[in-house]
C-alpha cells in the first residue's frame, strides 16, 4: 500500500470514529479544566476560559516565583504586616525568624496568608511589588487571562484567572522538583526562633484531602474566599500517565476531581513515540553500514481520538565518525508534540564499526515512513 492509497483510507478512519459523549464532571463548578499533564492537551472543559477569583489556589504562584528567586535556607525575619494577616495563618509571630523553605510548607500546607506576605517582603519588599513579579512570571509562562493583586488570594479587585490558566500554570510548576515536593507532601514539622530566643516547632497538615483519598495524587492546592466559593487545583499520576484537574467556585470539588481524573485515565492511551531499536540513520563506508538507533523507548499518554500530533527529530553529532562502538552515544532523539518538547531519548551505534575509508551518513527511510504512517492514522 502507498502512502497515497493509505491517505484516503486514514481520513476516513478518523471521521468514523464518533466523538466522546459529552458528560458533565463539573456540574457545581464556574469553572473547570482537566489537562493532560505531559502534552497539554485539554480534556475536559467547562466555562475553562472564565475569568474568576482564585482565593488560595493564588499560592501556587507564589511558591513558583520565590523558588525562582530565593534560596530554601535564606533567613527570614517576619513582620508585624505579615504576622497580622487574616484568615488561614501558619503561626508565625511578628519579629521570628524562619527559613524560607520552612515558609514555603506553611504557605501551601496550612495555606498560610501569613507566611505568603512574609515571603513577599523578604523577597521584594511589599506585598504588591511581589505580585509585580509573579504577574511577570505569568506571562512568561504564557498564562493570558490572569492577574495577581497580592500573593494569598485574599479578595481583591482585579484579581483573576482562568480554570485553563490555572491548570497551565499548575502543569509548569509541577515540573518544578522542589515545587512537587512540597505539594505532595501530607504533613511537615516547622520552626521558628521567637525574638527571645525561643524555638517554636509547628505542625503544619495538608489541606489537600486528596493525597490520601485518591490514588496517584501528588498535589497541588486548595482555596476558599466566600467571593470565589471552594477552589482546587489537584494532580495525579498512575502508570505513566499524569492530569491536572482545576474547579473554581465549586460546591462539590472533592468528588468533581476525582471524577475528572478518573475520566482522564480511563480515556487515556499510551502511543510509543520511539521504539528501542528503531534506526533513525545509517552510517556507510560502502562496505560496512552501521545503523544509529534509539537507545530506550518513549511512550507518550494521550487522550484525542484523532492524530497524535508527536513528532520526531533527530540530532546526530557532526562529530560523528567511524570508528563506532556498539552503544556508543552518537546523538539524542527530541520528541515532540506540536511545538512542545515532550523529553528525549539517546541515539546510540547499534554495532561496532571500524575506520575502513570514507564514509556517507543517510537517514533511515524505513524509518521515516512509519511515523508518517503513524502521524496520518493516529
Not at 533567613?75 to 494577616?85: C, D, H, L, M
Not at 504557605?107 to 505568603?116: C, E, Y
Not at 480515556?267 to 531499536?277: D, H, I, N
Amino acid at each position: 500500500m502507498t502512502i497515497k492509497s493509505i491517505l484516503p483510507f486514514a481520513a476516513a478512519v478518523i471521521m468514523s470514529v464518533p466523538c466522546a459523549e459529552a458528560k458533565a464532571y463539573a456540574d457545581t463548578s464556574a469553572g473547570a479544566c482537566l489537562i493532560n499533564m505531559a502534552t497539554g492537551e485539554t480534556v475536559f472543559e467547562k466555562n475553562c476560559y472564565e475569568k474568576l477569583p482564585m482565593a488560595s489556589t493564588t499560592k501556587i504562584m507564589t511558591l513558583l516565583t520565590a523558588l525562582e528567586l530565593s534560596e530554601p535556607d535564606e533567613q527570614v525575619t517576619i513582620s508585624a504586616n505579615a504576622a497580622g494577616q487574616e484568615g488561614s495563618s501558619a503561626y508565625i509571630e511578628a519579629g521570628a525568624v524562619m527559613s524560607m523553605r520552612d515558609l514555603e510548607y506553611g504557605l501551601m500546607l496550612n495555606s498560610g496568608n501569613d507566611a505568603a506576605v512574609a515571603i513577599a517582603e523578604h523577597i521584594s519588599g511589599s506585598a504588591d511589588e511581589f505580585a509585580e513579579k509573579m504577574n511577570s512570571l505569568a506571562d512568561e509562562i504564557g498564562l493570558r487571562d490572569t492577574e495577581f493583586k497580592n500573593p494569598n488570594g485574599l479578595n481583591a479587585e482585579g484579581h483573576y484567572t482562568t480554570a485553563y490558566d490555572l491548570a497551565s500554570l499548575a502543569r509548569y510548576a509541577m515540573k518544578n522538583e522542589e515545587f512537587e515536593s512540597i505539594v505532595s507532601a501530607r504533613r511537615y514539622t516547622a520552626h521558628q526562633t521567637l525574638k527571645n530566643g525561643t524555638v517554636m516547632e509547628m505542625e503544619y497538615i495538608n489541606h489537600n484531602k486528596l493525597l490520601s483519598s485518591y490514588e496517584g495524587c501528588i498535589g497541588v492546592k486548595t482555596g476558599y474566599t466566600e467571593a470565589a466559593g471552594r477552589c482546587l487545583v489537584s494532580a495525579a499520576e498512575r502508570g505513566g500517565a499524569g492530569y491536572i484537574a482545576v474547579t473554581l467556585n465549586s460546591k462539590n470539588d472533592w468528588a468533581e476531581h476525582k471524577a475528572m481524573l478518573d475520566h482522564g485515565f480511563e480515556s487515556a492511551r499510551s502511543v510509543t513515540a520511539v521504539e528501542k531499536g528503531e534506526c533513525v540513520r545509517h552510517i556507510t563506508d560502502g562496505k560496512s553500514t552501521c545503523e544509529i538507533v534509539a537507545a530506550e523507548d518513549f511512550e507518550v499518554f494521550i487522550n484525542s481520538r484523532k492524530g497524535t500530533d508527536i513528532t520526531v527529530k533527530t540530532e546526530i553529532s557532526e562529530a560523528v565518525s567511524p570508528p563506532l562502538n556498539k552503544g556508543e552515544k552518537v546523538g539524542v532523539l527530541y520528541i515532540y508534540k506540536g511545538d512542545e518538547l515532550l523529553g528525549s531519548v539517546d541515539a546510540e551505534a547499534a554495532s561496532d564499526m571500524p575506520l575502513e575509508g570514507e564514509y556517507r551518513s543517510k537517514p533511515c527511510f524505513f524509518t521515516m515512513m512509519i511515523r508518517m504512517i503513524k502521524s496520518i492514522l493516529g
